[in-house]
């Protein structure tokens, strides 16, 4: 029997709609969701919450990562991978990492040097921020180090920032007309767009016209901050897990990316890159593309898994749709389970300290794919019964 399944979940450990594990993992329990992925950026320190959190109500916990990386091949050639905005850069999630966590040596450091670069570039917009609001005559009330210890569980995220950013205009000014002068004044002579009790949707904003390239505030990413991939793929790699490209598909208007457009072209490059599993965002997608896209690149030997993400302030369902709200078909459900199967097979064999679904280059052998299917069904079913 197929369970549902989410196999990307943001939580505060980076950022996220959800204020904790335990709500996390109890909204998807309410939601009949019965196996969901942990999947922070840079951050596998919410491993052990989420193991026991999911555990205590009968889910079973894929233990996922997610990286910023840069392809300098595409980014000569100006090639939109899935940033749609900045050609070359590219996302990777890695899935099924080892649980407790074996990741140490140089792959380690190189993991927490990318992520000490990203908090201290959000670190620099803070205090751009603060410029901002004295400007104004007015004090920020916030720095780098509150922002950690208020809304933070260790990654210090722009979105952070965008949250600090509405607390503080709250307390500065109760009345909400007064908010939305203040916000006109911030955003050079913008008006907000959105209700002013509409929380998620004003740090969206205030994300885009001050955090952003344009915005008062913004800083741009040394080179630093961004690993080229290669490098990412050998760290999820080290650190046991399988290397996953997120496929941004179509978008409200049926636009692709350079690199997504040619999708048997895309599949061709994967594998040449050294990757061999691929997940979609659902609520991205029609119901007739990820069908298709999720169906080809299975039947062309890559894992396949779906998530809902919950890296903005919106909170959306666990269970999973796609956009529109249309529901998942029983043929993507099934994709979807499968990939789960393989991932948590693949986690628990690499954690018990034997090969798991990759062998030491990082290539599957796809005529294990069925076994690792009924390995994994196996280990969910006992863990969710």
């Known amino acids: 029997m197929v369970v549902d399944v989410n196999a990307h979940l943001h939580t505060p450990y980076s950022f996220s709609a959800f204020d904790s594990i335990p709500q996390a ?17 840079y951050s596998m320190d919410g491993y052990e919450e989420w193991d026991r959190e999911t555990r205590a109500r ?8 997610e990286f910023i990386s840069l392809n300098s091949e595409d980014q000569a050639a100006g090639v939109r991978v899935n940033d749609p905005n900045n050609p070359g850069r590219t996302y990777i999630s890695g899935k099924g990492l080892a649980f407790p966590v074996m ?13 000490q670069e990203s908090n201290l570039q959000v670190a620099a917009m803070c205090q751009k921020v603060a410029k901002l609001f004295a400007d104004q005559g007015v004090e920020f009330g916030w720095n780098e180090a509150t922002i950690r ?12 920032l965008a949250k600090a950013i509405r607390l503080a205009v709250v307390r500065l000014f109760p009345d909400p007309e007064a908010q939305k ?17 509409a929380d998620a949707k004003v740090e969206n904003e205030i994300r885009g016209n001050l955090l952003k390239a344009g915005g008062a505030a913004f800083v741009p990413e040394t080179p630093e901050a961004f690993l080229p991939m290669e490098t990412v793929r050998k760290i999820i790699l080290a650190a046991g897990g399988i290397p996953t490209y997120p496929f941004l598909a179509d978008d409200a208007k049926g636009v692709f990316t350079d690199f997504e457009g040619d999708l048997e072209k ?9 990757f061999y599993s691929v997940e979609f965002i659902t609520t991205r997608n029609s119901v007739e593309i990820l069908e298709r896209y999720a169906q080809y690149l299975w039947d062309h030997g890559f894992v396949v898994t779906f998530g809902s993400e919950h890296n903005t302030p919106a909170m959306e369902p666990i269970k999973l749709s796609c956009r529109g709200g249309v529901d998942l078909t029983d043929n993507l459900k099934r994709l979807n389970y499968y990939g789960a199967c393989i ?16 062998d030491e280059n990082g290539r599957p052998d796809i005529s ?18």
């Open 25 to 41: 993992a109890q909204m998807a329990a309410d939601q009949g969701v019965k196996v969901v992925g942990i999947n922070d950026f």
């Open 58 to 65: 009968k889910l079973y916990p894929l233990f996922n990562i």
């Open 103 to 115: 990741l140490e040596g140089e792959p380690a450091a190189q993991l927490a040097a990318v992520k």
């Open 149 to 160: 210890e208020k809304l933070t569980k260790g990654s210090l995220r722009e979105r952070h």
């Open 181 to 197: 002068a203040f916000y006109e004044k911030l955003f050079g002579g913008k008006a907000l767009k959105s209700d002013i009790a």
């Open 266 to 274: 895309a599949a061709t490059i994967l594998k040449a890159r050294g």
């Open 343 to 358: 991932t948590a097979a693949h986690q628990k064999l690499v954690a018990d300290g034997f090969q798991g679904y990759l």
């Open 368 to 385: 294990y794919r069925e076994k690792f299917i009924s390995m994994g069904d196996k280990i969910i079913k006992e863990a969710i019964k």
